[in-house]
């Protein structure tokens, strides 16, 4: 934290005002750590022109000046919401602070924004003692490629202290609505504990708020309450403590096969979408914050056209045609059924504890093959083994569970432990009902497949992922529609739909760099290569992953990072038997 060594924000005031009209290159001469009685300012990277990304620049409160209460600092939950809680509060006083004049990006304020969920972030940045660090980007003021200091000195000296400070102010006289923040957070996250242990893959409370305002904007529809789930129906009903809450009772969805059934736009696919997100923890007012799903549930759908380099997928996938090996399937331009096999035995890789799909989004071949279909096409015909001759296999041998939504085929009925109908966004319990037409009208389909086996282990050759551009530059850029440019290459990331905010993109690709360093070597497994990133995050923070303080990185999990990792389109893999899968060996998969 600050020491007496230090110039002071005056001093910067005076250099700032010294510059006016200079060339904007002499801006550089700023970067360094300036004092003020409360708090430091640093200045850490200075843009090289009005047009550039903003400078990045930190402000440091120290704990006897933040004086956030000691119950919001005393565990990692508590903290992570605490840090969001006064991110959000900063980034409401920012973004309604008045740009000041100039060309280019001067005057612009850039702080990540934050979205419905509770994530660790590097813009706001809570350790132990209660010290607080803000990051964030200054486009500073220009007038062509002049500098505005005056403007600079109220910028810099006034404009960015000041909202922090009276950002804490803020939080300081909102206790309760800090408390609220907290207090929901820890909630669910104890729920979320809970699951495992009840025979649980998620739980939905009564009165939660499913539905978002709309398909681009995550807040809740606030338009029509009585869209709220009002009571779980009894056959599912569980109660959950809440440290905070108390006992909370809702729907319980049972370890198994599950299948989430109805008519069209009853809620099949929204409750399946609160799912997803109930990985995270929700900010108080979302609707969704006592909906939590086990950490390791992962959504899975096809993505035709995606990259896969050597993943096993023998178990869905046999013999392709042209002596293709799913052993070791490779594909620049993978189909529907091979990238959803893909993605599956992927997250299987990492630790999935339950999958989550969607009929909508998966390949039809690839879940379903019926006795008619059965018949015309024989066995030894068709490669594929559908997953609905896998789905209880998974559970009952490796201990993963399914959630998905069916609209289409009954043949699921079979193989379903729980199946949920929803009517008008409201679910009742029809197992009993699903296998009594199961009984009264068998499919006579025949189940296929060969018994399940353990996926050939992978490692990673880290020379096949280079993240510099043509001038030898690291380079990592976020495009629209959720595309990262990596390198001199563009992936597509957006088949992962648990991604919430576009900093966990920018913050996974970061991560892999860091991995590539050291941790992802062709003789190490490719999930105890992740494994370990992840655990070096845990232990040190977010912001370890990048060489400078850098605040627009947002948590993610390995289940994405591994999704990451795989569609990198140059990437190669080595089974730790030695073969290596060369992307020129790579076919077109039909």
């Avoid at 024989?378 to 609905?388: G, N, Q």
């Avoid at 990673?460 to 530059?473: A, C, M, Q, T």
């Avoid at 440019?485 to 957006?494: K, M, P, T, V, Y």
């Avoid at 850098?550 to 730790?576: K, Y």
């Amino acid at each position: 934290m600050p020491t007496t060594e230090k110039p002071t924000l005056e001093t910067l005031r005076g250099m700032l005002v010294a510059l006016e009209g200079q060339g904007y290159s002499r801006y550089k001469e700023i970067k360094g750590g300036y004092l003020a009685a409360d708090l430091e300012l640093l200045v850490d990277y200075v843009q090289g022109d009005p047009f550039a990304r903003p400078s990045r620049v930190r402000v440091l409160v120290p704990n006897h000046v933040a004086k956030l209460p000691e119950w919001a600092c005393d565990d990692p939950v508590r903290r992570r919401a605490a840090a969001d809680f006064v991110h959000r509060v900063t980034y409401g006083i920012l973004t309604q602070t008045p740009r000041v004049r100039g060309s280019g990006r001067s005057g612009d304020l850039d702080v990540l924004r934050p979205g419905q969920q509770v994530l660790e972030r590097t813009a706001l940045i809570l350790d132990e003692a209660g010290d607080v660090e803000l990051r964030m980007g200054v486009g500073l003021p220009a007038d062509g490629r002049r500098i505005l200091g005056a403007e600079a000195a109220g910028l810099l000296c006034e404009t960015v202290p000041d909202a922090l400070r009276r950002a804490m102010n803020e939080v300081a006289a909102s206790v309760a609505a800090l408390r609220r923040h907290v207090q929901t957070v820890a909630d669910a996250d104890a729920l979320r504990t809970q699951l495992s242990g009840r025979g649980l893959v998620a739980f939905v409370a009564d009165g939660s708020l499913l539905p978002r305002s709309s398909g681009i904007d995550d807040s809740p529809l606030r338009a029509d309450r009585a869209r709220a789930l009002r009571a779980a129906p009894d056959g599912l009903a569980v109660t959950l403590s809440a440290p905070n809450a108390g006992l909370l009772r809702g729907m319980g969805i049972p370890a198994g096969v599950t299948l989430i059934v109805g008519g069209g736009y009853h809620g099949k696919s929204t409750l399946l979408r609160a799912l997803e997100r109930g990985v995270y923890d929700h900010v108080p007012g979302d609707g969704r914050e006592r909906v939590v799903t086990v950490r390791g549930a992962v959504k899975v759908r096809s993505e035709d056209g995606r990259s896969v380099a050597g993943t096993d997928i023998s178990n869905f996938i046999g013999e392709l045609p042209g002596g293709e090996r799913p052993e070791r399937f490779h594909s620049a331009s993978a189909s529907g059924s091979t990238s959803q096999a893909a993605a599956i035995m992927e997250a299987l890789e990492v630790g999935a504890e339950c999958l989550l799909l969607d009929e909508d989004t998966s390949a039809a071949n690839f879940m379903i093959r019926d006795a008619r279909m059965q018949r015309l096409i024989a066995a030894r015909d068709e490669p594929i083994t559908a997953f609905v001759d896998r789905a209880g296999e998974l559970h009952r041998q490796q201990g993963v569970s399914t959630v998905m939504v069916v609209g289409g085929s009954g043949d699921y009925f079979d193989v379903a432990d729980t199946v949920i109908a929803m009517t008008d966004y409201q679910p009742r319990d029809v197992a009993a009902e699903a296998r009594a037409i199961a009984r009264e009208l068998p499919t006579s389909r025949t189940r296929e497949g060969r018994p399940w086996h353990a996926p050939a282990r992978r490692g990673v050759l880290p020379e096949s992922v280079d993240p510099r551009d043509g001038r030898g530059r690291i380079q990592v850029r976020l495009h629209s529609g959720r595309r990262v440019l990596l390198g001199a290459q563009e992936i597509d990331l957006s088949g992962i739909e648990q991604v919430v905010e576009p900093a966990q993109l920018r913050a996974m690709a970061w991560a892999l760099i860091r991995g590539l360093g050291g941790r992802l070597l062709p003789n190490t497994d490719v999930a105890e290569a992740l494994t370990a990133i992840m655990r070096e995050i845990e232990t040190a923070g977010l912001a370890v992953i990048h060489p400078e303080p850098v605040g627009d990185l947002a948590a993610f999990r390995i289940h994405e990072l591994a999704a990451f990792l795989g569609r990198i389109r140059t990437l190669e893999i080595r089974d730790l038997a030695g073969t290596r899968v060369a992307p020129s060996a790579r076919a077109q998969d039909d």
